[in-house]
């Protein structure tokens, strides 16, 4: 079966530094990989998205991540951190003959001023 | 892109009650699904709305419990029966267009509070 583990519960990062979001995963076959953000009292936005090709992964808002096969790891990161940035975030996976989309527990970003 | 519109945004409800969640896609959307959010929890699928014939349930999750209809392509209600207060979470309700590696789109949730 299917999982993704986020490790942190929270990250703090000050603001213009850069942040990394862990994320691993475990799924039989490829992995579609997937991070999504969720601002209070809203629902999840999708930030970017692994399916295959190239492994660095840039998506919305300045956000990239990179896809690690041989760690199974798909860490979410930003070079430079925004207030803004400060919201709920989740990694998900999906198995390539699963229809169903998995998420981990997610990872509450804090960008300190 | 779509917009996926989901009321009520927050209800309080008594406990043996019921409370129907409903979910509107501005497009028609290949899949839509329904995810519970318990308080300081992930997301959990609870099951996936099929246009014009039954849901297909998560383990744990029961058609008694949790009838969903999908009249179409751009409608799913979900509805929470005899609610106790456990059932207390956010539920949000997600489409997808094309095939399985295309990205979901999510409602803004509907926060539910069972006294």
């Known amino acids: 079966a299917q999982s993704v583990a986020q490790p942190e519960d929270q990250v703090n990062v000050a603001e213009g530094n850069p942040l990394t979001v862990k994320c691993t995963y475990s799924v039989s076959g490829n992995p579609y990989l997937f991070w999504y953000v969720q601002y209070p009292n809203r629902g999840l936005q999708f930030l970017l998205k692994?399916?295959?090709?190239?492994?660095l992964v840039k998506g919305s808002y300045g956000f990239e991540a990179e896809f690690n096969k041989s760690q199974t790891s798909f860490h979410l990161k930003k070079p430079s951190a925004l207030v803004s940035d400060s919201a709920l975030y989740f990694c998900a996976v999906r198995a390539n003959r699963d229809d169903k989309i998995i998420f981990g527990k997610g990872t509450r970003l804090h960008i300190l001023p | 892109s779509a917009v996926i519109s989901q009321k009520p945004s927050r209800d309080i409800c008594q406990r043996g009650t019921s409370l129907t969640i409903q979910c509107q896609v501005d497009?028609?959307?290949?899949?839509m699904f329904w995810y519970r959010q318990q308080p300081g929890q992930s997301l959990t699928l609870i099951a996936t709305?099929?246009?014009?014939?039954?849901?297909?349930?998560e383990s744990g999750f029961v058609i008694d419990k949790f009838p969903i209809s999908r009249p179409n392509l751009t409608f799913s209600t979900l509805t929470v029966s005899n609610m106790s207060p456990e059932d207390s979470s956010i539920y949000l309700c997600s489409g997808r267009f094309g095939g399985a590696n295309e990205k979901l789109f999510f409602g803004s949730g509907t926060q539910l509070s069972v006294l």
């Open positions: 497009s028609q959307v290949t899949m």
């Open positions: 709305a099929n246009q014009g014939s039954e849901a297909t349930y």
């Open positions: 692994y399916i295959t090709g190239d492994n």
